[in-house]
């Protein structure tokens, strides 16, 4: 049933505290207008959902909910709560608070972040409670994801919220300045205290619902803290110190040898927590109204090119020097971390210099004045400035390992690390040439992701929010990707999402080369650690942590 | 103790002069296998069948990228070859280099190569942004000492007040304010611009109270009598004699601007990091678990310690405020 | 005394006034804005509602004017990567980078001064040796130190390698908070005070030096008064009066100094504060963190004349005559 830590070696032991260290400050303790990591870590821990998707099996599980059972059509999903579930301040949690907290995502005044991705069939769900135990929902278009939607949906306390609803205040309820006794929820733990630019303090919710397997409650800590560090360095140097039991991340790469270190003098343990979900990514800004222009496009826009790119480089060299053989070569979105859903034969592209240049050739592009640089017959070379984000060791490599694979097939690529903010802004205007990321998609399920997938969507990076898709293979890809998330029958969307996949892979509108393996540490006291490639790495079962007495 | 400081600045100029001489590899190559490598060991050999006597290394190998284990390559032991290549001393890759004296950085590039050719970015920049202190310093300082009246005394007034700013602060905004990322040549204009603006005022002052005093003295007066134009009066005949302090506060300017850009280059405002500057080299060492690891990256630390101690040691005994005072 | 002490608060509000508004100016005219912390795909209707949350959508003159207002209430705005007002927040980090500078300065003078009397009242090997640790630590500025420092804390593990207070130490009286601190201190405090210790030393002993050959001096010695007495009963008065004038200078070198010391060191103090609200673009916190610099600034030249004053009667009388 998927790794586990070290199976019941002993009883476990009760009470204690860990401090986990976070890198941002929260922003808000209200998980509906917020999607920052602080938030969605705060909103696992104090609050619960209906259903949770077990972040190490990708199992769904019940959670607030006990048993359901789902229409033919899989239109109608009726679920039957947990019998005697109270809210932290004691009030029992019934189907009003669920059809409560789907008012509140849906709300103009609230506009939410959750809405976009509680929807089916294009549609927000809708909701009844035809008794105080079951809720029933309805979709208005059969969803692939079922149920599995729900795992994004915190359930918040009508009795606690209904009068800012009402009174169009939602949106700054439950916000850091709340007193933290008012901050009720149904998860593990309930916030103690927020001291800001410090920490942020939570105790075991004496009132939580889950039992452990052998019936005792849970859990097992009595306190958690969030010590706030806004630097990398700065974290690892309080674990290695033993200040802190958790980071807020992955290693980095540079960061495996001093943990190793410390896991061999055992203050730490070091811990694979396997391929990362998601692969870096390359690509180029393909929006033809502001590239039009741009005399490089006539041939940037070709998918020849691209896969030329693809052939020049050598991705096991790239996994090799860039992550410091840390890492799988990928060739398309779905890397091997994502289990459920990699295809292992997607079409690759073996490095070949020889096939590189041939492509380029076939496009018109060739060195003609012999300076090593490519151009087309118009005398427009084929030189590049690639954007990406600074200070972030791999990044760097990564995009200079590409300048050098590039240079060798007479493609000319300078680079230019920026600052988040700016990159951000050109990302959003268009107005850069290459850019090299890593964009952490939100769900594991493409269904989930829909606004990358989707030529409309607003993450469709070399694209965003396309009104109407602007080449033929996108269009399939949006039918394709609109179908799979409607369908119900897992194998076939299987073969839908491959038929996507296929595409992707020949038009190449964003390279990828290589996922890497996280690396994680924490402090050797901790126990009933599953690991999980999703963030948070430990925290997302934190009610069954404990620490060794 | 003087002479000493005086001998330790002029070493360290030269040495930043003659970086492409010195330095054995260039300072932007990358040797991809050789991240964070130790310094190669020199060692004095009489190998069999290599060659005579002499200064050797064993080249390095790589054995373990994510564990950064580097072992030796017994069998090929390479000679230092001396005055080949246009460099001093250098071990030519085909033949078992690099020649790492100070070990390898993040990005495998020589650390020892980038401390040279970062000595001549960091003492250049101090060294034109004190020029341009000095004289701007020297100009406005003249002016007001020698006008006396309202301007020497709205003069006085501003100067105190921008002295009473802390430099860094004042620094640190300025640079903010401009775009993030900028091209090395756009950096060392605007912190050279930056510095002399900081500069200018505690110059200025030292020279108003040198005119304002020469002012009074016979010659002065006489040759004012003599119907020199007061420009005149001012440039060649007055402005000589605060030479002396002009020199003594070029020694303090500059190891001031060094740490400066060091310290704006450390927090990321100063030059980008394909640059070699001693800032920007510092710039790694701000991941502590490393620097245990890999000690050799507080190198511009050091040498940064080295040109503030010289400086230092110059001027004692003038009866100057040291360096430290100047933030 | 009253007239001084008006003078000195008008300049303190000039000061603050000057520094804040510049800050809040040199934001608005920066390149990116706030909106930026948003992140890459915040919809245009949270940009525009950010933007006019923090007066972003005004020309800057307004934008100033709706700032200045609501300053002198003593509402200076809010941040937005704190989300919270900025009042509280400069506050505290003022208070952390005031608590470090005071005890920096403490130590540099309970270091300094004492030592600077001893080599500027004798010669011998002790002497020789203080004085050449004092070039040593003049040559090593704040950045140095509190990165050695910070390696070597993390090598040894003796003293916690950052912060101000420890991540599991909650719920605690006063004293067992105090502690807490106390063990952090000695990083930044250290990386702060050397320097200054030792140009305290060095000025004290070439001040002593000078008060020892001045008349006054040399007469009691003829006269047949040890030098010990000599020291103790007049020269080392006598000594003092320069120092005093440097302490003023002093201040801007600490803030300016602290700044570099917070960042290696993660103390959570005003330059810290500002470097992070600067990059971020948060107007009304950089502006904030600007007028609370300014007023410990104005505060620290204060004490420093105040000290002045007290030291040498000729100022003291001009300045209350003026």
């Known amino acids: 049933m998927g790794r586990t830590g070290p199976a019941a070696e002993a009883p476990v032991a009760r009470g204690g505290q860990i401090v986990a260290s976070i890198r941002g400050e929260p922003r808000t303790f209200n998980r509906y207008v917020a999607a920052d990591q602080a938030s969605e870590l705060l909103s696992l821990l ?146 103690r205290e927020y001291q800001p630019g410090q920490r942020v303090v939570m105790d075991r919710n004496p009132r939580y619902w889950r039992k452990a397997p052998d019936g005792s409650a849970l859990p097992y800590l009595d ?58 990514a390359f690509w180029f800004c393909l929006k033809p109204e502001v590239k039009a222009k741009d005399p490089r496009f006539a041939f940037v826009q070709r998918p020849e090119f691209r896969r030329a790119i693809s052939y020049a480089v050598d991705r096991e060299a790239f996994a090799e020097t860039v992550f410091l053989s840390a890492a799988v070569p990928v060739w398309g979105s779905i890397t091997p971390g994502n289990t459920r859903w990699f295809w292992p034969d997607i079409p690759r592209y ?47 490599r990564g995009t200079a390992f590409v300048r050098d694979e590039l240079a060798r097939v007479g493609i000319a ?95 190449l509108p964003v390279l990828h080369f290589a996922a890497p393996r996280m690396y994680y540490a924490h402090s050797a006291r901790l126990r009933g650690v599953v690991p999980s490639v999703l963030r948070p790495p430990v925290l997302w079962n934190a009610d069954s942590l404990s620490v060794s007495p | 103790m003087k002479r000493a400081g005086r001998i330790l600045l002029a070493a360290i100029v030269s040495v930043a002069a003659a970086a492409p001489w010195l330095a054995p590899n260039p300072p932007d190559r990358v040797f991809e296998d050789l ?134 602060y004042v620094a640190l905004a300025l640079r903010s304010v401009m775009p993030l990322v900028l091209a090395p040549a756009t950096v060392f204009a605007l912190l050279g611009a930056i510095f002399a603006l900081l500069g200018w005022p505690i110059v200025a002052r030292g020279v108003r109270a040198i005119i304002a005093s020469e002012r009074e003295r016979d010659y002065a007066s006489a040759i004012h009598a003599l119907g020199a134009a ?60 490393l620097l245990a690891e890999a000690p050799w990256t507080l190198a511009p630390a050091a040498a940064i310690f080295m040109v503030v101690l010289a400086v230092n040691l110059a001027v004692q005994g003038t009866g100057r405020a040291p360096v430290q005072l100047e933030p | 005394m009253g007239r001084f002490l008006a003078r000195r608060l008008l300049f303190a509000l000039i000061l603050v006034l000057v520094v804040s508004s510049a800050s809040l100016l040199l934001a608005r005219f920066a390149p990116g804005d706030v909106t930026a912390q948003l992140g890459p795909f915040a919809t245009p209707a949270e940009i525009a509602n950010t933007r006019a949350r923090f007066d972003l959508d005004r020309s800057p003159a307004a934008q100033w004017l709706l700032w200045a207002g609501r300053a002198i209430r003593f509402d200076f705005g809010d941040s937005f990567l704190y989300n919270r007002p900025v009042r509280g927040l400069v506050g505290r980090a003022a208070a952390n980078t005031a608590a470090l500078a005071v005890v920096a300065l403490a130590l540099a003078t309970i270091v300094g001064i004492p030592l600077g009397m001893f080599t500027g009242s004798r010669g011998g090997p002790a002497a020789a040796v203080v004085r050449g640790a004092s070039l040593l630590f003049l040559s090593v500025p704040p950045l140095l130190t509190s990165l050695f420092l910070v390696f070597i804390a993390a090598t040894t593990r003796l003293l916690p390698a950052g912060g101000m207070t420890s991540a599991g130490v909650l719920d605690t009286e006063w004293s067992a908070w105090l502690l807490d601190v106390a063990i952090h201190l000695p990083l930044p405090v250290l990386a702060l005070a050397l320097p200054i210790a030792a140009t305290l030393e060095r000025l004290q002993s070439q001040s002593m030096a000078d008060a020892l050959h001045q008349p ?11 030098p010990r007495d000599v020291i103790a009963r007049h020269a080392w008065r006598v000594s003092l009066r320069p120092i005093c004038a440097v302490y003023g200078l002093a201040i801007g070198a600490l803030l300016s100094g602290s700044f570099v010391v917070e960042f290696v060191t993660a103390w959570p103090g005003l330059g810290r504060l500002m470097y992070e609200a600067l990059r971020a673009r948060d107007v009304y916190l950089v502006s904030g963190c600007a007028a609370m610099g300014g007023l410990l600034l104005a505060f620290g030249s204060l004490i420093g004349d105040l000290l002045l004053a007290a030291a040498d009667p000729r100022i003291r009388d001009a300045q209350v005559g003026a």
């Open chain 1, 413 to 507: 690529m300078e680079v230019a690390p920026l600052e988040l903010g700016a990159l951000i802004q050109r990302l959003q205007a268009c107005d850069y040439d290459a850019m090299y990321y890593r964009p952490v998609m939100t769900d594991l399920d493409p269904a989930g992701n829909l606004d990358f997938w989707l030529s409309s969507g607003p993450s469709h990076f070399w694209n965003m929010s396309q009104k109407l898709p602007a080449t033929d293979w996108e269009r399939r890809v949006d039918t394709l990707m609109l179908e799979q998330a409607a369908e119900l029958d897992p194998m076939r969307r299987e073969t839908q999402f491959r038929a996507v996949q296929q595409i992707m892979a020949e038009n």
């Open chain 1, 46 to 191: 104090l609050q619960a959902r209906l259903v949770r998707i077990n972040r190490s099996t990708f199992e769904l599980e019940p959670w607030l909910a006990e048993t359901w059972e789902s229409s033919a059509d899989g239109r109608t999903h009726t679920i039957h709560l947990r019998p005697g579930v109270t809210w932290s301040d004691g009030m029992p949690l019934t189907g009003d608070d669920v059809l409560f907290s789907l008012r509140a995502v849906y709300d103009a005044k609230v506009d939410s972040v959750l809405a976009d991705s509680l929807t089916a069939g294009g549609q927000p769900l809708r909701a009844a409670a035809p008794d105080p135990q079951t809720v029933v929902f309805t979709y208005a278009a059969p969803s692939g994801r079922g149920l599995r939607l729900l795992d994004g949906l915190p359930i918040l306390p009508r009795h606690k919220l209904e009068p800012a609803l009402t009174a169009g205040t939602f949106a700054s309820a439950y916000n850091t300045t709340t007193p933290p006794a008012e901050v009720v929820g149904a998860g593990p733990f309930v916030l």
């Open chain 3, 216 to 226: 006054f001096a040399v007469a009691a010695v003829a006269r047949g008064v040890a």
């Open chain 1, 223 to 280: 306190r958690i803290v969030l010590q706030i560090v806004p630097e990398q360095n700065a974290e690892l140097l309080r674990i290695q110190a033993g200040e802190t039991d958790l980071t807020s991340s992955e290693l980095r790469p540079e960061d495996y040898l001093p943990v190793r270190r410390a896991d061999e003098e055992g203050r730490l343990r070091l811990i694979e927590l396997g391929v990362g979900p998601d692969a870096d």
């Open chain 2, 35 to 168: 991240l964070y490598a130790p310094p190669t060991r020199l060692r004095f050999l009489a190998p069999e069948g290599f060659g005579a006597a002499g200064l050797y290394i064993y080249p390095q190998r790589l054995v373990s990228r994510l564990e950064r284990r580097f072992d030796d390559d017994r069998d090929r032991p390479a000679r230092l070859q001396w005055f080949t290549d246009g460099r001093l001393v250098t071990v030519p890759g085909a033949q078992g280099g690099p020649l790492l004296l100070l070990g390898a950085d993040r990005f495998g590039r020589d650390t020892f190569s980038r401390l040279l050719y970062g000595a001549r970015a960091s003492l250049g920049l101090a060294a034109v942004s004190t020029l341009l202190a000095l004289a701007i310093g020297a100009l406005v300082g003249g002016v007001a000492g020698y006008a006396g009246g309202i301007v020497d005394d709205l003069l006085a007034r501003f100067t105190d007040f921008v002295l009473v700013l802390p430099a860094i």
């Open chain 2, 230 to 289: 007061p420009s005149r009066i001012l440039l060649r005949h007055l402005l000589p004699a605060a030479a002396g302090y002009l020199g003594v506060q070029a020694t303090l300017l500059l190891p001031a601007f060094v740490l400066a850009e060091a310290t704006l280059s450390y927090v990321g405002l100063g030059f980008p990091d394909s640059v070699p500057t001693w800032g920007t080299m510092l710039q790694d060492a701000s991941n502590v678990s």
């Open chain 1, 350 to 396: 073996p490095h070949n210099d020889a096939t590189a240049k041939m492509l380029l050739r076939e496009i018109g592009l060739v060195d003609r004045n012999g300076d090593g640089v490519v151009e087309d017959m118009k005398g427009t070379e084929a030189r590049f400035t690639v954007i990406t984000q600074r200070g972030i060791g791999w990044y760097e």
